[in-house]
Structure formats: structure tokens, C-alpha cells
């Protein structure tokens, strides 16, 4: 599976691209606002520091407006992934931008019908979000399964993203189902190598080894 990390915080990608995690990222006007930074300077420092595709969001709501910013997003650079959210205007966007050969990912999609729909509009990533499912008490995962199922049915290699992962859960869970990318905080990525037994066998091995009173280097 491969891992996009869902910031705009340079460093913070930079810290886990460096240990060879990141295969993109994700960034979204919420994002954007956080990082403080203007969209155009941060999304090119992005897209220069890592290979994979890296999501910019348009924030037009009309087919031709998302198309234009699209086009500007997608001049940034090569890696650029033109975010578009997943309205009937968005999927006209996403037909027409994926057939300028960009790529394009499909963001806000809560349903297996929207997935389908996107995938018919060319979509190159599909962005199911399970926290927000989560949130109010229906099952993201069961949304991830339909959308493999569905996909796998009829061929179709838009690639499924799960976003909104907001657990080391959601990500053993979207990894078990297979799911394609997942988009995760840099902190969740960082948790899944967290175990108490490590931890604790570590802290183990640690005191014996005082005890040799050896030295390795
Ligand atoms: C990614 O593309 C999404 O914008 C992101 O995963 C949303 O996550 P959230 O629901 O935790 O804000």
C-alpha cells in the first residue's frame, strides 16, 4: 500500500520522505489555511521534495471555474494531482482535466455510487473518507471493501485512497481490505510503529545489557 501523508507542513513531510515513507501527499484548503502558507509557493516546495503525486484542491464550485484553477495547479509541476470534490461539476472537471492527461483525484466521496461515477469520469485517485463516516457513526471500512469490490468487478485502476485516516486502525484496516494509497497525518504514520512490547522488550534487553558493562562501538 502505498502512503500519501495528508499536510502541508513541509517539514514534517520532509522528516518522513527522508526515511523513504512518502509516496505522495495531500494537502486540502482546510490544510492550506493551517500551514499559513500561500498555495501556489507551498505546493511547488512539495512537489520538488517528493517523487510521488502530491494533491492540490480546487476551490471553485462551477465545471469551467474548477477547470481553469485545475489547469494552474496542474502547471506547478509534473507530480501535480489536480484535486477536484466529488459534485457533478467536479466529475465534468475531472473528465476534462484527466483528458488533458492530468492527474486527478476525487475528494469527498462517502459512497460506493460517487466512486463509481468517478472512476467513469477518469478519476486517477478516489478519496473515500473514513473518519468523517466514522464520525457519524457509519462504517468507512465497509465503504473501502465496496468500492474495492466494485472496482475489481469492472477493471477499473482508479486507484482507491483512503483519506481521513485518523487512526492506526483505519490504516491496518485499509491495508487489510487493499486499499491502494492511504492518506495519513504524519503523527498516525509515525504511531503504527509504536507496540508496548517493543517498548517493553526493549527496556528489558536495555538493563541486561548494562549489566555485560560491553561496549559495541
Ligand atoms: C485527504 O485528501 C483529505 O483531505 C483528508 O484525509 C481529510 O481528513 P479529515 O477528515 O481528518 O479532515
Request: net charge negative; hydrophobic share 45%; proline share 3%.
Amino acid at each position: 500500500m502505498k502512503f500519501f501523508v495528508d499536510t502541508a507542513e513541509v517539514d514534517q513531510i520532509a522528516e518522513l520522505n527522508d526515511l523513504g515513507m512518502v509516496d505522495g501527499v495531500t494537502t486540502n484548503p482546510s490544510l492550506i489555511m493551517k500551514s499559513g502558507r500561500d498555495i501556489i509557493e507551498v505546493t511547488k516546495e512539495i512537489a520538488e521534495m517528493v517523487d510521488g503525486p502530491v494533491s492540490a484542491e480546487v476551490v471553485a464550485l462551477e465545471a469551467d471555474a474548477m477547470i481553469e484553477e485545475g489547469r494552474k495547479l496542474a502547471k506547478i509541476a509534473d507530480n501535480i494531482a489536480v484535486k477536484v470534490p466529488l459534485t457533478w461539476a467536479g466529475l465534468k472537471a475531472c473528465n476534462v482535466l484527466s483528458n488533458e492527461g492530468n492527474m486527478v483525484n476525487v475528494t469527498l466521496c462517502f459512497s460506493a455510487n460517487q466512486a463509481l461515477l468517478a472512476a467513469k469520469a477518469g478519476a486517477t485517485f478516489i478519496s473515500p473518507f473514513i473518519g468523517r463516516l466514522d464520525d457519524i457513526n457509519l462504517d468507512g471500512m465497509e465503504l473501502i471493501s465496496d468500492i474495492r469490490q466494485i472496482y475489481d468487478n469492472y477493471g477499473y485502476d482508479t486507484q482507491i485512497l483512503a483519506a481521513s485516516i485518523r487512526s492506526v486502525n483505519h490504516a491496518y484496516q485499509a491495508a487489510m481490505i487493499g486499499s491502494d494509497v492511504m492518506t495519513a497525518p504524519p503523527a498516525v504514520i509515525k504511531k503504527m510503529a509504536e507496540h508496548p512490547l517493543t517498548d517493553a522488550g526493549l527496556d528489558a534487553f536495555m538493563k541486561d545489557w548494562a549489566k555485560t558493562g560491553q561496549k559495541i562501538v
